[in-house]
């Protein structure tokens, strides 16, 4: 077959979405298919920037959410103009979010789309959105659109099934987050030189958050955490890995507490470089959080991590739950408690012997339940069935 992938976000770009689609590109190519990606990056720069974010810059300063709407309808006609623009022939179109799903179903080609999360919840969450404001109702909308238009709908979890079959009486099918278990996998003679190239100290216990800096997320959590590990363990270091409208708050809050020294932020890091931070790590958190309606999916963070057989902490909520057996294959705790979150990290840095044990059983999951091989082979039958 031949397949395009197309989103209107940036790729490649920060995220488990970038990584949804590189991971299956790879898995369905494997499976030799021919498989393309069309993102709004991919777009000539002077189109993006004038017809879309300037304007929606602008429009934001007049009035909240005007700007992500005009910006987000944009994107979608560009990256229709384009798709009609294609001279190859393709059979199916997987669209990875609403405004894509709109823009493919013009072309005619069948398209799948896969959802990922709850378009308009998150954008309120991260602030573009005012909650049942004109233009979330819009994008609400626009969401129930998608969903019906679209010649099948995919899910990553139970719960955004749910969500579809509640909002557009949609029945979706469900194929769960997936990882290249042979990229992620545990190689840990590169430990030390990993810390040296991020200027990590050698003799310090490492707590890695490998998230994007967004409420949703739950960012603040292991620093406000971290000081209660302090006292039991001072040779710790909490790392965050990711950008986003939370690094000045999390920068405040460590200078606040006076814990600065122990905690680094990396920035922004290229997916091809994660593995070697989760290897060098002791224990990795996912302090994901309910953010104006939206909750942590199927993690891709978690999966990398069990995948490189590094002991997890993390919420338990969303699709965390369905991910991680508490006691079994890593820890789950209450979401924003930090006083829990401490304990279960100091659980683990008492005791590394219990935490190896978490991390191989992890591993031997990723190996069995979450390969990007049979998930590119679930969705090759969703494409088979719409094209029949």
Do not use: W
């Amino acid at each position: 077959m031949n397949i395009l992938i197309t989103t209107i976000f940036n790729y490649p770009h920060e995220g488990g979405l970038s990584s949804h689609i590189t991971t299956l590109k790879k898995g369905l190519m494997t499976r030799g298919h021919n498989v393309d990606i069309l993102s709004f990056s991919q777009l000539p720069a002077f189109k993006r920037k004038m017809l879309a974010q300037a304007p929606g810059f602008l429009l934001n300063k007049v009035k909240q959410g005007s700007g992500q709407l005009f910006n987000d309808r944009q994107r979608q006609k560009l990256l229709a103009s384009s798709i009609n623009a294609l001279k190859k022939n393709y059979d199916v179109i997987n669209a990875q979010d609403i405004f894509a799903t709109l823009a493919s179903i013009e072309s005619g080609i069948p398209t799948v789309q896969t959802v990922h999360g709850y378009y308009s919840f998150e954008a309120v969450s991260r602030g573009a959105l005012l909650p049942d404001s004109e233009e979330d109702l819009i994008i609400r909308e626009l969401e129930r659109k998608a969903y019906q238009s679209a010649a099948k709908v995919v899910t990553v979890d139970q719960r955004i099934k749910d969500y579809i079959n509640h909002l557009a009486h949609i029945e979706a099918d469900t194929i769960k987050n997936f990882i290249d278990v042979s990229a992620f996998k545990p190689e840990m003679a590169k430990r030390e030189q990993t810390r040296r190239d991020f200027q990590i100290p050698l003799h310090k216990k490492m707590l890695f958050v490998p998230r994007r800096m967004t409420e949703k997320n739950g960012v603040i959590y292991p620093l406000l955490a971290l000081p209660e590990v302090l006292e039991n363990h001072p040779e710790t270091v909490l790392v965050y890995a990711g950008t986003g409208e939370q690094r000045s708050r999390l920068e405040e809050t460590a200078a606040s507490l006076n814990i600065s020294a122990s905690v680094l932020f990396l920035g922004s890091v290229p997916f091809e470089k994660m593995h070697n931070l989760y290897e060098a790590s002791d224990i990795v958190l996912i302090p994901s959080v309910h953010s104006h309606g939206v909750e942590e999916a199927t993690s891709i963070s978690a999966l990398e991590a069990m995948s490189c057989r590094s002991p997890v902490i993390a919420s338990a909520i969303g699709g965390l739950k369905e991910i991680l057996i508490d006691g079994e294959d890593g820890l789950l705790v209450e979401e924003k408690n930090k006083e829990a979150l401490a304990q279960a990290i100091s659980l683990l840095l008492k005791d590394p012997e219990y935490a190896a044990k978490l991390a191989s059983k992890a591993r031997c999951k990723m190996e069995s339940e979450y390969s990007h091989l049979s998930a590119a082979e679930r969705f090759e039958k969703a494409y088979v069935e719409v094209l029949n």
